[in-house]
């Protein structure tokens, strides 16, 4: 069985569960400051999209804690590369793009640091950030990360390899594949499943019949670990755990539970296949106000430093979109470069 | 006769043919409770239940070889691949398996299985929600390919393709699905495979085209028939078997010849039909076989000026017409 990972508890935290972890008052601050923009970011995107500004999205909204909590450990820890999937849109903006860079990725404009407007928003890679994701087929990713961990190993590296896929794409075989090679090979990678429940409508049940992803890691000869995704401590903990497992021993699977709480992408309607309450309640775990709560509880953050920080992320994204509006789509002409590499 | 959308149509003739014999069964990514991503499948959850409608773990290659293995049992399958881009994981089912289950039993099995496949660009889709992948199984011997343009003949096609007793990979233009609509008749009626049409008639040019493009070839001659060029409009409809006949007797009747696809140009269907052309009605040409196809890239890039940069338009195929006939 999977073992279940908590962050420490409040009581026996109070008041420093952060400081346990290693965060200083600045630091837990400035991360809580990029949730505020990114959530900003992701509902201009979201507006965008409306109005036919942007041709597509997946939100990561109800997922950033996990996000946010492993790219904190790997950041910490300083030699982690990232195989993330399309709904880590908070990690892959928290590791340090600036909000026109992301304007002109969902715009397919120039300047798109991922694929410079050849793909979908935030696919190809960000190499400075350590980061790649090519493609959008689902779980195609996890082979090629295990394979890039099997290099580190090869090359006598200490970097760790962190593998982000949903439960849905837990089904694809080459996921079974994947590690069932880095088991046999002790490859130092963590495998992050964020585990929402649902894969764009197909709920958890008709996925599998089990009830962790994580159980299956066992089989694998290595250990699954089910993390409370809603929280960020949780998630951070686990993950610095996870990569100093998989640095000294090999795999190991971390299955984050979050909840998804926009439509699959703008393109889906949940309304057809998700109760009615079901987002309002997951909402009220959403980690922009637990972590507000949080800090507020520590002396932290005041109201009023709160609504300054709202005020100047809406300032910055409408500066962003304002930019990646104005500027050019890729050139024409540029359609054949880069077929070959010189 | 209603007038209805390609998406209709080939929801339609999926409803008729599960009413008609209780071996057809869906299954598929979302197909369930919603309906498909495309719609393609609205209401059936509620019509036939979950044992008909399978909403499939996130696994195309199993998708694929269950309803393979189905297929073998005398079950008639249609397994829908959400976007032709993900069908590469059942890549094995179909290519590696599925084409060679009867000549490799020496006729002993057969495969009565339908893959449907949304495929195409023009969406913002990008490299990995627009690909053609149809000339990977017009490749393929012992899978028949079926690229129907408007709603009468996807619907009319998919009920032929559901009662054949092959594989047939069955690939829906999704730009068309809401963009194409036409008269669809409300009774039953099958087009066979490996028939193509002359959607439009014409003496001067002949074009050759299937899926999408069959639309903005239309709009091409349309323009055209003002500057006195005639152009004939071929739409292949069904790519594998290939109707060599109908192709041939069009351009031996206007002796020239485009052939237009959104897929890559370097072996796409069009290079087979150039070939089929050149062997089968030399004599009968009065300039060079002309293509008119996707670039040598991996699909058309999310950006829009890139996108239109890969698309073949009506402009472009009106550009390529008036050269042949001025040659
Ligand atoms: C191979 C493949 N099949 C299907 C799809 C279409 N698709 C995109 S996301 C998705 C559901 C993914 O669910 P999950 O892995 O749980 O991640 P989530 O979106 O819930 O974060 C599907 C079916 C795809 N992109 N790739």
Redesign the interface.
Same mark, same amino acid.
């Given at each position: 069985m999977a073992r279940v990972s908590r962050a420490p508890s409040t009581e026996t935290a109070l008041p420093t569960k952060h400081k346990q972890l290693g965060l200083s008052d600045d630091e837990i601050l400035g991360i809580y400051n990029k949730l505020v923009l990114i959530r900003a970011i992701e509902e201009r995107i979201w507006a965008l999209n409306r109005q036919g500004k942007v041709?597509?999205a997946a939100s990561s909204q109800g997922h950033e804690a996990a996000q946010l909590g492993s790219l904190t450990a790997a950041q910490k820890d300083g030699s982690c590369f990232l195989f993330p999937y399309y709904r880590d849109v908070a990690l892959k903006i928290a590791v340090g793009l600036e909000p026109e860079q992301v304007m002109r990725s969902f715009m397919?404009?120039v300047g798109d640091p991922y &694929?410079g407007? @050849?793909?979908?928003p935030f696919?190809g890679a960000d190499l400075p950030h350590k980061i790649i994701q090519i &493609?959008?087929?689902? +779980?195609a990713g996890v082979t090629q990360a295990t394979g890039y961990a099997l290099a580190g190993k090869l090359k006598h590296e200490e970097t760790v390899v962190l593998c982000y896929f949903g439960e849905?794409?837990s +089904?694809?075989?080459?996921v079974h594949e994947a590690m069932n090679f880095a088991g046999v090979h002790n490859l130092p990678i963590v495998y992050i499943c964020e585990n929402n429940r649902y894969? $764009? +409508?197909?709920p958890q049940n @008709?996925?599998?019949a089990v009830g962790n992803v994580a159980d299956r890691a066992e089989s694998y000869g290595f250990r699954g670990v089910v993390v409370d995704g809603m929280d960020f401590f949780a998630s951070l903990q686990a993950t610095s755990d996870a990569i100093l497992h998989a640095r000294s021993q090999g795999p190991i699977l971390l299955e984050m539970k979050v909840e998804r709480f926009m439509p699959h992408t703008t393109?889906?309607d949940d309304r @057809?296949?998700r109760p009615s309450n079901e987002v309002e309640t997951a909402r009220q775990q959403d980690p922009v106000l637990t972590i507000a709560d949080y800090l507020k509880v520590h002396g932290i953050l005041t109201d009023e430093q709160l609504d300054s920080m709202r005020n100047e992320a809406q300032e910055k994204v409408d500066e962003a979109t304002d930019s990646a509006e104005a500027a050019?789509?890729?050139?024409? +002409?540029? $359609?054949?470069d880069h077929?070959f590499a010189s | 006769m209603a007038v209805k959308s390609v998406i209709e149509a080939v929801r339609e003739g999926m409803f008729e043919e599960m009413c008609r014999d209780p071996d057809v069964f869906l299954l598929g990514e979302d197909v369930g409770p919603r309906g498909g991503v495309f719609l393609a499948s609205q209401g059936f959850y509620e019509e036939f239940g979950r044992d008909r409608i399978i909403d499939t773990p996130l696994a195309e290659a199993s998708i694929v070889g269950i309803a393979l293995g189905a297929a073998y049992k005398g079950m008639r399958p249609i397994a829908e691949i959400q976007f032709s881009d993900f069908i590469w994981p059942a890549a094995n089912q179909l290519i590696g398996e599925a084409g060679r289950v009867c000549y490799g039993t020496n006729g002993n099995l057969s495969v009565p299985l339908v893959v449907r496949v949304p495929y195409g660009g023009g969406i913002r889709g990008g490299l990995f929600h627009s690909q053609n992948v149809e000339s990977y199984f017009f490749h393929t011997p012992g899978l028949k390919v079926v690229a129907p343009s408007t709603p009468f003949d996807a619907k009319g096609l998919l009920k032929s393709a559901i009662r054949d007793n092959n594989p047939v990979v069955f690939v829906e233009h999704k730009k068309t699905y809401r963009m194409v609509r036409g008269e669809v008749p409300d009774d039953d009626y099958v087009l066979p495979l490996g028939v193509a049409d002359v959607k439009r008639a014409g003496s001067g040019v002949t074009v050759v085209s299937y899926g999408l493009m069959v639309h903005y070839c239309l709009e091409a001659a349309e323009a055209l028939s003002g500057e006195g060029v005639d152009v004939e409009v071929v739409d292949l409809r069904t790519l594998k078997p290939l109707d060599v006949d109908t192709i041939l007797d069009s351009v031996r009747k206007t002796g020239r010849v485009l052939i237009v696809h959104e897929d890559n140009i370097t072996g796409g269907v069009g290079a087979e039909v150039a070939a089929r052309i050149a062997s089968g009605a030399f004599d009968y040409l009065d300039a060079p076989i002309g293509r008119l196809c996707g670039p040598d890239v991996p699909t058309m890039p999310f950006a829009s000026s890139l996108e239109e940069a890969y698309m073949p338009s009506t402009e472009s195929i009106a550009s390529e017409l008036r050269n042949l006939a001025a040659y």
């Open positions: 041709p597509i397919g404009k &694929s407007g @050849r793909q979908f696919q &493609s959008n087929v689902v +779980s849905g794409g +089904s694809q075989g080459e894969a $764009i +409508s197909v @008709r996925q599998m393109d889906d @057809r296949y050019p789509p890729p050139d024409a +002409s540029t $359609i054949h077929l | -």
